[in-house]
């Protein structure tokens, strides 16, 4: 008999960008503020300040602390894993999977942002990874689908009638996309090496090539608007009970 982790929960907390105020950067820390002073387009530093403000809000909530006590590590499995095997990792400033520390420590957080949304996942103890990608025209989406999809998902893709092609595209870069936010490894963990069910399937992943995949693995998509795709992913061989919150319930927690 196999025994399964205990069932665990994860809270999804959705925002749109018009909620972004610059009365939100007081939550954030020095570097925060820095990167997003940095960001180019308003609508970019929108998306970043909702991101960060949320997470610190939702995790002063459940770890009962004000906001700003709230502390993150900074974690890139990617350059862990060549720091491990002798390389170098590449000498940049801080990045990676936020991971809560201080007294938020054992909370697990994952953010996303597209277009007119930001997503936080919110877990008590399994990594969680979340995605949510607008889809979007994409000038060569035959070559970006070679570079990008499983060859398992390449073959399936192709046969699917072209007006459905760009929707599905986004289908599979959300579920890939979470999972490799999930273990830590970001977008160099490589995009192709993840294999997951097609769009009309049920979410679950079918392989991880190369070895370094996550032992066990709960993944579903999430609902937003017609032109978005979006998934959740947690690293448990438990079940996941995933409460979704309301604009409204977003709205209060970022007024305090
Ligand atoms: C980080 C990454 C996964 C984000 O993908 P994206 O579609 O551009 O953006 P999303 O909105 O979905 O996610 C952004 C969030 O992912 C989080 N994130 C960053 N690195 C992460 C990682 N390795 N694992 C999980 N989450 C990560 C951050 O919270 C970030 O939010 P922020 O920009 O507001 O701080 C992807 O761009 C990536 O892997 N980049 C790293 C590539 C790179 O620079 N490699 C060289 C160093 S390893
Ligand atoms: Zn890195």
Known sequence: MTLRSAPSSATVW??????????LLRLLDERERSRNARLRHQADRDRHLLGRAMARLALARVAGCPPEKVSFDLVCRSCEDKARAGAEPGGREPHGKPV????????????????????????????????VERV????????????????????????????????????????????????????????RRVGVSPPHEAARLVEWTG????????????????????ALAVLTDGEVEVSVRSLGDTAALLRG
Do not use: M, Q
């Open 211 to 230: 070895g370094g995949g996550p032992g066990a693995v709960w993944l579903t998509d999430l609902d937003r608007e017609e032109d978005y795709r979006s």
């Open 14 to 23: 959705w925002a749109r960008t018009s909620s972004a105020d610059d009365r």
């Open 100 to 131: 809560p520390s201080g007294p938020a420590l054992g909370w697990e957080i994952s953010v996303s942002h597209s277009g007119e949304w930001v997503v936080l996942a919110l877990t008590e103890g399994p990594p969680v990874g979340v995605d």
């Open 136 to 191: 979007s025209d994409a000038r060569d989406l035959e070559g970006l689908a070679d570079y990008t999809l499983a060859e398992s998902e390449r073959a399936f893709w192709k046969t699917l009638p072209p007006a459905e092609r760009t929707g599905a595209f986004f289908g599979y870069w959300a579920r890939k996309e979470a999972l490799l936010k999930a273990t830590g490894l970001g977008l160099s963990g490589g995009l």
